[in-house]
């Protein structure tokens, strides 16, 4: 097994930027920490606090600097291009946040530069990387459930986190930014199967009356090639202080020969605290009873980070230092991904199914 030091460079000191730059600090394989972001002042504190040795303004002053071998982009999704194909124009392995991007513009731009400069790109859908699904993934791996027939998965958040995002971008809806985890999912559960047509509807209301775009409620049914129907759902709408502290959710897999039930709501872990509960994606917010095990991301415990993204993080500097499998969201299934969720919300605009593989 190869053995190979590596320097990563973080680009964007947000939560999840300050997450993977903190643990990726930590590797034992990392030698070489850089990190940016657009505030300067947030990127020194990051560097502070990861032990990075170099930190900027400027993202290409980072991705360029020669002790770097590899580059997270962290960045919000709208500005993921320019730093992605900088990485790759210089050989570099790259991971980035999902979605590819928020458009598919944006995402066949990557996809471009993936192409023409052989580029080494893969996509944190953290999903993959929470024990449980892995769990399912090996369960259909030996085929315990025989051929999917159908199958559905939702996820229910509270408006909290909800508006949060919103702030961010507009344009990050709970569709295009969230229920993309769960099209990840059952696309990877079916793989060799892909999604060919979508249906659905939404509910507006609270997010409208917000000055936002965004739906309520969306509900959805994706048609594989072979006919298989999966039912996708997702709510960020839930009251404020609902106790979740991030995804609460449940996804069913129905096979010829077997099914497969997770129930990944948490609420078989509940906290409740006169002094407040904080909520790690909303750091203003706190709820006094929580859902323990419902921060999507994963938690700090006894000074280190456990978790789906840990999990990811972790796999993904092994395998670029000792060629380690990993199983991150490959280009091509992210744009996928990317492609699936626009036709959803386009079936919520026209009341119409939408073909995959026609825009």
């Known amino acids: 097994m190869q053995r190979r030091h590596l320097g990563i460079a973080v680009i964007g000191a947000g939560r999840i930027g300050t ?11 990392v030698e070489f920490l850089a990190v940016s972001d657009r505030d300067p002042a947030r990127a020194e504190a990051l560097a502070a606090t990861a032990n990075a040795q170099v930190h900027s ?35 570099l392995p790259v991971l980035v946040e999902k979605p590819l991007g928020l458009s598919l513009q944006d995402g ?28 399912t993934k090996e369960q259909l791996v030996h085929g315990r459930l025989g051929r999917l027939i159908g199958g559905t998965a939702r996820v229910y958040n509270s408006r909290a986190q909800a508006f949060a995002i919103l702030k961010r971008d507009p344009h990050a809806t709970p569709v295009v930014d969230v229920l993309t985890y769960y099209v990840d999912l059952m696309c990877w559960f079916m793989e060799g199967n892909p999604p060919v047509e979508v249906v659905a509807r939404g509910q507006t209301g609270i997010f409208r009356e ?14 594989m090639a072979d ?39 948490h609420m078989d872990h509940v906290l409740f605290s006169e002094r407040g509960v904080p909520h790690a994606y909303v750091p203003d917010h706190k709820v006094e009873m929580a859902f323990l095990g419902s921060n999507t991301a994963g938690d700090w415990a006894l000074g280190d980070f456990w978790g789906p993204l840990g999990n990811e993080t972790r796999a993904w500097l092994d395998h670029l230092a000792t060629g380690a499998p990993c199983y991150h969201t490959t280009p091509a299934e992210a744009r996928l991904n ?8 386009q079936a ?9 593989g026609t825009q």
């Open 210 to 223: 917000a000055g936002y775009g965004a739906h309520d409620v969306t509900w959805a049914i994706m048609t």
């Open 338 to 345: 990317l492609e699936v969720t626009h036709a959803i919300e």
């Open 348 to 356: 919520v605009a026209t009341g119409q199914a939408v073909r995959i």
């Open 108 to 135: 066949d731009r990557i996809m471009a530069a993936v192409a023409a400069n052989k580029g080494n790109l893969r996509v944190g859908y953290s999903r993959r990387y929470k024990d449980c699904f892995l769990r």
């Open 19 to 29: 997450l993977r730059a903190r643990i990726a600090g930590k590797h034992p394989a």
């Open 227 to 265: 006919g298989a129907v999966v039912n996708l759902g997702v709510s960020y709408a839930l009251p404020a202080r609902y106790p979740t502290l991030g995804q609460m959710d449940r996804v069913e897999l129905l096979g010829a020969e077997g099914t497969m039930i997770v129930d990944d709501d």
């Open 57 to 91: 303004a400027d993202n290409d002053n980072v991705i360029m600097h020669p002790s770097v071998t590899a580059v997270i982009v962290s960045t919000p999704e709208s500005e993921h291009v320019a730093p992605i194909i900088t990485a790759l124009e210089r050989g």
